[in-house]
């Protein structure tokens, strides 16, 4: 009995993680280059498009790309039929 209640205590402190994701178009300028991508963001951001565009718009800022739209968020489901549409870009930022 006490084997199970350590099992059920391990499991209520154990943090649960759900994947989430949003694919996203972004820019650079002089010369233009534009550019199709794939970030992880946080689970509060899932299903919310002004929130992954607030996490991921310094993420590119950074490295040099303008944001341009969050195309969609989605689970770890989604992930496997964009990574080679995202290329170089599949969870770069």
Known sequence: MSRIILFALVLLASPVQAEC????????????????????????????????????VGRLQAAGWTLLQILSTFGPEGLSERQSSAGEFFLRF
Do not use: F
Request: aromatic fraction near 8%; charge should be negative.
């Open 21 to 56: 994701y949003a694919d996203y178009k972004a820019k650079q300028d002089d010369p233009l280059k534009l550019a199709y991508g794939v970030s992880q963001i946080s689970d509060a951001a899932c299903g919310n498009t002004g929130a992954a565009e607030a996490e991921l």
